[in-house]
């Protein structure tokens, strides 16, 4: 044990760097890395926690397939190696199931299947009432209409996504890494004639602690408490929000806000936002990509005639975001309009017409809901609202649609229209495809997609033929848009005889709803937006779940494709370069007050042409304002927020029995114990093992 032993000890420690540092490492021996998967996470309220979430050191468990009763049996009573992480089909995924597991010790988390099929009978994990408790309805407001009294209106929903679940659950997305889960539980967590599996047994664990706890006043009081006394404050939750996307389709004024002396608008909305079980998966094709389409080509309809025959009052298109989470987008709208902070107020606001959901009409029939309370109360607005149902169904009836009414006693949708009629009493009107409950069977949930909606091609078709050609549903949503457009001229004051002018482009719709549903990097997408937002568009339809900015300037894909949509739409091409387009000031004929501007790529047959867009489209913040207000617990705004979270990891491992991990346990112990001893004992006798060879005394001359 000299020089050469201490060389040879260094030697062996190098090598074990490098082939740490190379990749080669033990985790990655031992552990199967999951990364196409979707976590549920934690949301918040101002009286509750929802959502999901695992301990702060992740939760394991062995895998256990659920197919059957009996598999659930065993998970939840008679199985021999809990806790289980459950592998489940969607089948299972009810709330039935769910809540037994819930008030269960013996599950330690759950990763779901999503199939490419749809469940027959219908699937929804939102309430049944939704946005119960923020719309006009209550104990002072139409009082037997409130808590869906009149109209349960999603009659399948479950409530799934509003229970707080003490365990995670993942829904895995990729059929490779589901069949290595499969074929891990066949081969280690199967057993052999009935009798239990033998270990070693495959397990899963799964990463998603949240910070934040118990309701939003609870951890944005712990926001404040960072904030001002720690050094390095650290964030427990978001406020839920984004930006509304809107455009007076006459250009008012921005600078100065609040009143406009003989200004009147009529508001044409829809929601942009949507939601599911899982974070950040939205797909909202008949709740919220069929009133966007349906919006956007109305906007395109209009404008030739808006032109040349403008109607006497202006029209205000609006898209708002984080309506499904108690109107964030609209209440936000109408509190700047209050309170002089808008470029319009409330007294401006002729009348609303809101699109809903409208792309599942049975047959021809679509349905005008109106408040009844409003209209039973205000003469004035009860004769306005009746001039707007005799255009829109005379204008209907020249398209083959048959528009009709509920009774006189129903309740309006959930529908931004309600938080109007908070601040005052407004004539409107909500364009749906249902007359009391939804037809929409898979209401907030991941199977609201591009298949529900039949949005669907033949094979042979390639990319781009796809966006060219024209399904049915497209034909059917181009209908809704002409419907839209006309109702909405008649609303502003147009004259009958312009109608016939105004007509959606069937095409457009085609490609808005291939762009919305199927894939949003395509060439007429990409032809009407910024070249170089280089993450705008992807080679997959946009989420459309609203989320938390994480900076001033963080908005949605979806939001900003809107915006540079309806420009295009309602806007005008300029002879401005790109950077006299991104900053016109100081040029006479351009306004920045009455107009917004926006490069885009433009399209000439196959070459780009880019070019400036002058056109009134704005955004402006969409979060609620009880974070403005700073009322946490509001009961009269959205006070919905997001936790933040460190790590979303899921992995799958062969884990050993229990003995075998104590003998190993033992083991270890006893290893280290015999280092330390070895290790006194070299240090004791240093002096004698490593001296230096002695030299000789002799010399040789």
């Not at 109106?370 to 005799?390: A, F, H, Y």
């Not at 295009?568 to 007050?593: A, W």
Request: charged fraction near 15%; glycine fraction near 6%.
């Amino acid at each position: 044990m000299g020089p050469g032993f201490a060389k040879w000890i260094i030697t062996v420690a190098f090598c074990w760097f490098i082939q740490i540092a190379s990749g080669n490492s033990v985790e990655q021996k031992i552990y199967v890395e999951l990364n196409n998967t979707v976590p549920c996470v934690r949301l918040l309220n101002a009286t509750h926690q929802m959502g999901c979430q695992s301990s702060i050191s992740g939760n394991t468990g062995v895998l256990h397939l659920l197919e059957t009763d009996s598999d659930l049996d065993i998970i939840l009573n008679n199985g021999l190696h809990a806790p289980y992480m459950v592998l489940m089909d969607a089948s299972f995924f009810n709330s039935a199931v769910m809540m037994r597991m819930k008030n269960s010790t013996r599950v330690a988390g759950v990763a779901v299947v999503i199939p490419n099929s749809s469940p027959v009978q219908g699937f929804s994990p939102h309430n049944k009432c939704p946005n119960q408790y923020t719309g006009v309805y209550s104990d002072t407001y139409g009082p037997r209409l409130a808590d869906c009294n009149g109209t349960v209106w999603n009659p399948l929903g479950n409530g799934l996504s509003f229970e707080d679940f003490k365990f995670p659950i993942f829904s895995m997305n990729d059929d490779n890494q589901t069949a290595v889960i499969r074929k891990c539980i066949s081969e280690h967590n199967m057993g052999v004639n009935g009798s239990a599996p033998a270990y070693p047994l495959c397990a899963l664990q799964l990463f998603s602690h949240m910070h934040a706890v118990t309701s939003t006043a609870t951890c944005m009081r712990r926001n404040d408490i960072q904030n001002n006394y720690s050094l390095n404050p650290e964030t427990v939750c978001d406020p839920l929000g984004d930006f509304n996307v809107w455009a007076p389709l006459h250009p008012i004024n921005t600078t100065a806000k609040g009143h406009k002396a003989n200004e009147s608008v009529v508001v044409a909305a829809t929601r942009m936002d949507g939601r599911t079980f899982f974070w950040d998966v939205a797909t909202g094709a008949e709740g919220t990509v069929a009133g966007i389409v349906a919006l956007l080509a109305a906007s395109q309809a209009l404008k030739t005639t808006a032109e040349q025959a403008p109607p006497p009052r202006n029209i205000l298109f609006t898209f708002f975001q984080g309506e499904t989470f108690d109107y964030i987008g609209s209440s936000k709208m109408v509190y700047d309009m209050d309170n002089n902070n808008f470029v319009i107020d409330m007294e401006n606001v002729h009348s609303v017409l809101e699109i809903g959901q409208v792309g599942l009409r049975r047959g021809s029939e679509l349905w005008m809901h109106t408040d009844p309370v409003s209209r039973r109360n205000n003469i004035s607005v009860n004769q306005e609202v009746g001039n707007i149902l005799k255009g829109m169904t005379s204008a209907g009836a020249e398209l083959g649609l048959s528009l009709a009414e509920p009774t006189a006693t129903q309740a309006l949708p959930p529908s931004s229209f309600q938080r109007f009629l908070l601040s005052r009493a407004v004539p409107g009107v909500v364009l749906a495809d249902h007359q009391s409950a939804f037809n929409n069977k898979y209401y907030e949930s991941v199977y609201d997609n591009a298949d529900y909606l039949n949005v669907s091609y033949p094979p042979d078709l390639t990319l781009e033929e796809q966006l060219e050609y024209v399904t049915d549903i497209a034909r059917a949503l181009t209908n809704v848009s002409t419907l839209v457009a006309r109702s909405l001229y008649l609303q502003a004051g147009g004259e009958e005889s312009q109608l016939e002018n105004i007509s959606a482009d069937s095409k457009i719709v085609t490609q808005l709803l291939y762009g919305f549903l199927i894939q949003s990097n395509n060439s007429y997408f990409r032809s009407l937006t910024n070249p170089e937002d280089k993450l705008l568009l992807e080679a997959r339809a946009p989420q459309y779940y609203v989320g938390v900015p994480i900076s001033a300037n963080t908005i949605k894909p979806s939001t900003r494709i809107v915006q540079y949509l309806l420009a295009n739409y309602l806007g005008n091409s300029t002879g401005l370069n790109q950077s006299k387009c991104q900053d016109p000031s100081g040029l006479p004929e351009e306004s920045k007050e009455l107009y917004s501007y926006l490069w885009v790529r433009g399209a000439n047959g196959s070459e780009a042409a880019p070019f400036c867009v002058r056109s009134t489209v704005r955004r402006t913040l969409a979060i609620s304002p009880a974070f403005e207000l700073k009322q946490y617990d509001s009961r009269t705004y959205s006070t919905w927020t997001e936790s933040r979270w460190k790590l979303i990891r899921a992995r799958i491992f062969l884990v050993a029995s229990h003995d075998l991990e104590m003998l190993t346990l033992g083991v270890g112990i006893a290893v280290l114990l015999l280092s330390l001893l070895v290790t006194y004992f070299l240090s004791t006798k240093a002096e004698l093992l490593f001296a230096p060879a002695q030299e000789s005394t002799g010399s040789a001359y």
